[in-house]
């Protein structure tokens, strides 16, 4: 960033910046300037409402001055003239203050008129939430739910940290014990204490946003939502709903003070360099929900949701959630044939699944698993549900490969000819009618079997399973305790009394986990053969749904229901040229060349019509063949066409920089030296504390002022964290 050292250059910078949250600085309706009163106050900036009232005093100061000092210059000509809010800024930092509330903080943006005066009407109407009764009940899937004694002690867990103050709040619940639902009736609750109007539900995984999507429509039915998708033009609904990976391309079409809430599912994959840009540049109320165990959740998690390390807002254990018959407990099917032999170990992290699936299994071994578990299956479903009418129940078989997945449906459809092929069903991305096979895999008696690679194995809810068949090795905790977790959810209607994990790689025997001993990814235990301590995959965290395996190792797409094998440049090369060919005479991809914003439905058309048998262009397999987790379908179609703006590095630094700052709590004068250091970094691509010593930093005497805010040991965690979330990618 430019170095604006005069007060008139910063002003240039606060302008444009001005203009980006929807203000006209020439419209003196808008923004007046270089403002006195008779007692000699001033003031720099006024923002005004549109019925002439002032909003917000704006106090300018040049980018070698901490905006923060400037906080007893702006008060009294606030106070003086009515405006309830401040914001300090050099061009570089800005500061919103609503000073009868709260202290100064640090923003990405200015506030747009339409949120100040959202604020303001806010406070106006709010009241106490110890006002707001907790339902006994609510209506969801058509179907009246009680509020679980848990439920209620996360919501009052959460009244009082907002109460005291606390603006950002980790909540930690097990798979199936409703999540969800918890939060949209907290929604409601803030919405009802007049705390919120527009909120955020960020989310990694297409079918965690649909999910979301209903059940926003079923709780919260009084107030528009939407989901938001790449290339779709936004809506001024109430809540949003929005893939991570979206945001991050879109979050600037936004002002900080858009949102009043944020919340993020899963947030233990969302707090790392680029994807935490989407998180800090909102100003507002951030709830991170996690069914991650606190023991695989990393430090700056915690920091981010200002919780102490390992200790969220609100924990509810999962063994407390089968103690209390909230989730349905687990048996393992034994006898079976198990295809890792005891002590044979694949330690390797980034295997080639194919690879894998040619080693370990063969037509006789994949019949085998498929015999075995189709034969306990139907012996034991009615005593696991006496009210399921069809056999087996409800079953999810995790594969290694599309291949594998093809043929475990194959020989599981042989098993049941009378049924026509309708018994098992192939889901993965490659498959055109996905959503309406998962909608007739929860609400219709066939497929009874769904056969899938990596897209049910995650956020995937269906209350009814009773098997869960484990035809893949895993080695990653947070992804065996998700899995295992498909079947934990309660179905009273059929009378669930508990569900089977058939597992054919011994996964459960590495975790040590079993039906009286919960794995619940903290500590290590003793397995047959000996002592053997599952690893804490730290990458595991950040993997955004994809596994680093499939990403980075491998180098084919696996395209088709069948799995067939496309080197990744050749896929790429296709793709190209398909959509390349097609921007001539298609309307919608025309739109996207000429950056022009899609409806909903020109967007699914578009996604179901790459999606076409033969090359099988969809967003799952673009972000492997670019090996891109973030990619979005609209950003890699302007790719193709070649005109996508990349960011620059220092760009993308200066944006990764701000975020991370935003994130942590750090005094002003903190705030201002790491901005000091960032500069070095940007020029450097590392920050070593050799530099500290030399010029030009050892003329600011930067090493003795680092001490001096840090400490000696706070100086260098604070270097080493600088480097590892913010310029990691540039080494």
């Not at 981010?304 to 407990?329: M, N, R, T, V």
């Not at 400490?711 to 913010?726: A, F, H, R």
Request: aromatic share 10%; charged share 30%.
């Amino acid at each position: 960033m430019k170095d604006h050292s005069t007060e008139a250059d910063a002003r240039i910078v606060i302008d444009d910046l001005l203009k980006q949250a929807g203000w006209e600085p020439s419209d003196k309706s808008q923004v007046a300037t270089e403002l006195t009163t008779p007692d000699g106050g001033r003031a720099d900036y006024m923002l005004m409402a549109r019925n002439g009232r002032p909003l917000a005093i704006l106090e300018a100061k040049r980018s070698a001055i901490e905006p923060y000092t400037a906080k007893q210059q702006a008060l009294p000509y606030a106070k003086k003239i009515g405006a309830p809010f401040i914001f300090l800024t050099n061009g570089e930092l800005i500061y919103f203050w609503d000073y009868t509330n709260d202290d100064a903080r640090i923003v990405n943006s200015f506030f747009s008129r339409r949120d100040l005066e959202r604020l303001v009407e806010m406070r106006a109407t709010r009241k106490p939430l110890a006002s707001v009764d907790i339902p006994e009940y609510y209506l969801r899937q058509g179907e009246d739910r009680q509020v679980r004694s848990y439920q209620r002690e996360a919501m009052q867990a959460l009244d009082h940290a907002i109460e005291l103050g606390k603006r950002r709040f980790l909540i930690e619940l097990p798979t199936g014990t409703g999540k969800t639902d918890l939060t949209c009736l907290y929604i409601k609750r803030l919405i009802q204490a007049g705390r919120a109007e527009r909120v955020l539900f960020l989310v990694d995984r297409e079918q965690l946003a649909k999910q979301a999507l209903e059940a926003f429509q079923d709780v919260l039915n009084q107030h528009g939502s939407y989901w938001l998708r790449p290339g779709m033009a936004r809506q001024e609904q109430q809540i949003t709903v929005c893939l991570l990976q979206t945001m991050v391309s879109r979050y600037t079409e936004f002002t900080s003070g858009y949102f009043d809430v944020v919340v993020v599912d899963e947030s233990h994959r969302s707090i790392y360099g680029s994807w935490q840009t989407a998180l800090t540049h909102f100003d507002a109320l951030h709830i991170g929900l996690t069914a991650t165990p606190s023991a695989y959740i990393e430090r700056n998690t915690f920091q981010f949701y200002q919780c102490k390390d390992g200790q969220p807002d609100f924990a509810f254990p999962i063994q407390e959630a089968f103690k209390s018959g909230y989730l349905a407990p687990y048996k393992f099917a034994t006898g079976i044939t198990v295809l890792l032999a005891e002590g044979t170990e694949v330690e390797d992290e980034s295997y080639d699944p194919a690879k894998f699936e040619r080693e370990w299994t063969n037509e006789d071994s994949n019949k085998k698993m498929i015999q075995e578990f189709d034969r306990l299956a139907w012996k034991s479903y009615q005593e696991l549900a006496p009210g399921q009418k069809v056999g087996p129940g409800k079953t999810i078989v995790f594969a290694i490969t599309k291949h594998h997945a093809a043929r475990l449906a194959n020989y599981l459809n042989e098993l049941h000819p009378d049924l026509k092929g309708q018994y098992a069903e192939v889901i993965t991305s490659d498959v055109a009618n996905a959503d309406d096979l998962i909608r007739k895999f929860k609400r219709e008696d066939y497929p009874q079997v769904a056969v899938s690679v990596g897209m049910l194995d995650t956020g995937f809810d269906c209350r009814e399973v009773l098997h869960l068949v484990m035809c893949r090795r895993v080695r990653s905790p947070i992804l065996y305790q998700q899995m295992r977790g498909r079947g934990t959810r309660t179905a009273p209607h059929i009378d669930k009394k508990k569900f089977v994990i058939y597992d054919f790689f011994g996964n459960h025997e590495y975790f040590n986990d079993s039906d009286t001993d919960i794995f619940t990814g903290a500590g290590s235990g003793v397995a047959p053969g000996g002592t053997r301590k599952p690893p804490g995959e730290r990458r595991d965290l950040v993997e955004l749904g994809l596994q680093d395996e499939w990403l980075h190792a491998v180098t084919y797409v696996e395209v088709g229901k069948d799995g067939e094998r496309v080197d990744k440049k050749d896929y790429i090369t296709n793709w190209q040229k398909a959509v390349q060919s097609s921007a001539k005479d298609d309307p919608v991809i025309k739109k996207v060349r000429d950056g022009e914003l899609l409806d909903e439905n020109e967007e699914q058309a578009l996604a179901d019509r790459l999606n076409r048998p033969e090359m099988y262009f969809n967003e799952e397999n673009l972000r492997r063949a670019y090996q891109q987790p973030g990619g979005n379908l609209i950003d890699f179609i302007k790719a193709a066409l070649g005109n996508l703006k990349i960011k620059s590095r220092d760009e993308e630094l200066t944006e990764n920089f701000q975020a991370w700052l935003v994130a942590k709590s750090i005094t002003p004068q903190q705030a201002q030296y790491l901005s000091l250091l960032k500069n070095r970094g940007i020029a450097r691509g590392r920050i070593e504390l050799e530099d500290l010593f030399q010029p030009p930093l050892s003329i600011l005497n930067a090493a003795e002022l680092g001490v001096e805010l840090f400490g000696e040991k706070g100086l260098k965690d604070i270097v080493e964290d600088l480097n590892e979330s913010v310029f990691k990618k540039s080494a």
